[in-house]
């Protein structure tokens, strides 16, 4: 975080803009919120102590004027944001003439990430990743905490793998649960949190399985990257699993130290894996 | 159902079992049921009204001595079998020795279907697919039931083929969920039910989604065919869904006639593709 300007947070669900809120605030950097509305959870807004305005996802033209009466250069946009439909995004005039260009069709599409990276640039601002604003959150490799994995979650995360890469490559999900070489379920769009108890409902006796988080391969790195924190290593202990492997550099790791500890408290591993 | 000698029916879970017994019975031909406990319906089955055998999974042996006491030459697997941990398998000597050669990686591995019906036939009893028993339960391609999908439902219904293409590829899942080009969700081994129930809940404003159901790519083509009924179309129907499109040949459509009523009645369409 070497630059002092002001950073515009747009904001989307989690926690994960309160964290970046805390990490301006521990350097001494100016930043201001742009919330959206049905997205970012105004209990983590509120408790972030900045300036803040909220927005829905279809005020793109209100939103630029807001970030730029804040004195913002730098953008980071964090937070999952579920994709709406075009009866809910209700465009004004400045989002309407952008999806005039990439077409409404873009609404399904992961590609919309970019062409939102691109239209914030387009006005100006500089785009920049959240590791570029927390510190050491991206995922590093190796093993993080917890038992190293044996034979069989080896194998488990191998396949993992191959599941979580081909539904990639179709720009669906990023998260696969697999327990003996069984996938138990996929993630689309209904969190992870959803996937993780559906597999615990799913699972089979014997050994438990593994959580494999990748980024899609093409996916526009400075937003949308997949997270842990520590309540997904308390969902997975919950649904039986293992451990978890994330993308080395794909994925981002939320709040580091309290990941491990959980991690060890509950026997799960973490472990960075670079497919 | 060309042969007069005793089918031998391995009967999985769901109704499927007791569409082949009427069949058989409205034929006057000779079947037997074997029926594998913790996955067939015991109410379908006693419903059959045919002579039944319960065996665990992993009881192959008394299986072979009970279908051979029967007098059983032609056999055909219907109906879905979660695939058990090796804890639940409790193998006896013949099933070991199945699992001695494939591997017991084999359980986690739709590989293990086409090593299953290898081994039934390496018994000597011949495999037949469903279709060649049911008369007219495959899939025909082109609109079955309700309204004509507009533009829009045919995109999502695109969409869904490749990424239902892309899940098959790694053998996950036959079934997709798209609504205005998002995908909703994906089945694991979590089931149709559970899927439509969950993305019915996660469903955005704005026109439907679609089902989408394909066959893997090689899947052995005697077993394990996806299939719908009338309460997949009941299901989809309360989840917001305007339709269902199936592979041409590649899916079983169980009481043609109920589900075509039942589609007219909730006013979704039931389509058949090539991809």
């Given amino acids: 975080m070497s630059?002092?300007?002001?950073?515009?947070?747009i904001a989307g669900g989690g926690m994960l803009p309160g964290l970046v809120a805390a990490a301006c605030r521990s350097e001494g950097r100016p930043a201001h919120l742009l919330a959206l509305?049905?997205?970012a959870d105004p209990a983590v807004i509120a408790a972030a102590g900045l300036p803040v305005d909220w927005i829905r996802l279809g005020e793109a033209g209100t939103g630029f004027a807001h970030l730029r009466r804040a004195g913002v250069a730098e953008v980071v946009m964090v937070g999952p944001v579920r994709r709406p439909s075009l009866a809910e995004l209700a465009p004004d005039w400045r989002t309407a003439r952008f999806f005039a260009r990439v077409g409404l069709k873009a609404l399904g599409d992961d590609g919309l990430l970019r062409a939102v990276v691109g239209e914030i640039e387009s006005e100006g601002f500089r785009v920049v990743g959240v590791d570029q604003?927390?510190?050491?959150?991206?995922?590093?490799a190796g093993r993080q905490a917890g038992p190293a994995p044996d034979e069989q979650a080896e194998?488990?995360?191998?396949?993992?793998?191959?599941?979580a890469r081909a539904l990639g490559a179709v720009d669906v999900g990023?998260?696969?649960?697999?327990q003996q070489g069984l996938v138990l379920g996929v993630e689309a769009i209904e969190g992870t949190d959803r996937l993780l108890a559906r597999c615990g409902e799913l699972a089979r006796a014997g050994v438990g399985g593994v959580l494999v988080k990748l980024k899609k391969p093409g996916q526009e790195r400075r937003v949308d990257l997949p997270a842990i924190g520590v309540r997904t290593v308390e969902a997975a202990a919950a649904a039986g699993l293992r451990g978890i492997a994330v993308e080395a550099g794909g994925a981002l790791v939320l709040g580091r130290a309290e990941v491990a500890a959980a991690a060890e408290r509950l026997g799960l591993f973490v472990v960075g894996i670079t497919p």
């Fill in 37 to 39: 509305s049905g997205h």
């Fill in 174 to 178: 990023q998260s696969v649960v697999v």
């Fill in 155 to 163: 194998a488990d995360i191998a396949r993992g793998v191959v599941v």
């Fill in 3 to 9: 630059e002092r300007s002001t950073l515009g947070i």
């Fill in 133 to 140: 604003v927390l510190e050491g959150c991206l995922a590093e």
